[in-house]
């Protein structure tokens, strides 16, 4: 038997699915040929790689991972974390509210005396100009 034969049905025959004379034959010329050997091996090896791959899981390793899981907050914990939240956020949006429009006016807390400037101030044509400014459309005509 070839080397080249050999080695195309070393799977099979170490998985004992090749049947006489053909697996004599094999192993016969495994006990000549070094090459086909370091083959053999090889295949052996990675046999057991695969085998190691599939080991099943220990028992007991589900509990042990549920046992180690932080446990579910409370509904009054979650309900405090929740308030605290809305403080905080109402805090630092009026904070931030009063530190945007402070600096545009000049002086204190006006945001809606921007706002309504802000509204004024449409461009020459614009409905918003016509509805402001009736007078100024009047004067122009
Ligand atoms: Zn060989």
């Given at each position: 038997m070839e080397c080249r034969e050999v080695q195309e049905r070393l799977s099979a025959w170490l998985d004992q699915e090749t049947a006489e004379p053909e697996a004599a034959a094999l192993a016969a010329h495994l006990e000549s040929c070094p090459v086909c050997r370091r083959e053999a091996e090889a295949w052996r090896r990675l046999d057991q790689v695969l085998a190691d791959l599939e080991a099943p899981t220990p028992s007991g390793l589900a509990p042990q991972v549920l046992s180690r899981l932080p446990r579910r907050r409370s509904r009054w914990q979650r309900s405090l974390s929740l308030a605290a939240s809305l403080v905080l956020g109402i805090t630092l949006g009026g904070a931030l509210a009063g530190n945007f429009f402070a600096p545009l006016n000049g002086?204190?807390?006006?945001g809606e005396v921007l706002a309504f400037e802000a509204f004024q101030?449409?461009?020459?044509?614009?409905l918003g100009h016509l509805l402001t400014y009736p007078a100024d459309e009047d004067s122009q005509a």
């Open positions: 002086e204190g807390n006006g101030d449409f461009p020459q044509g614009s």
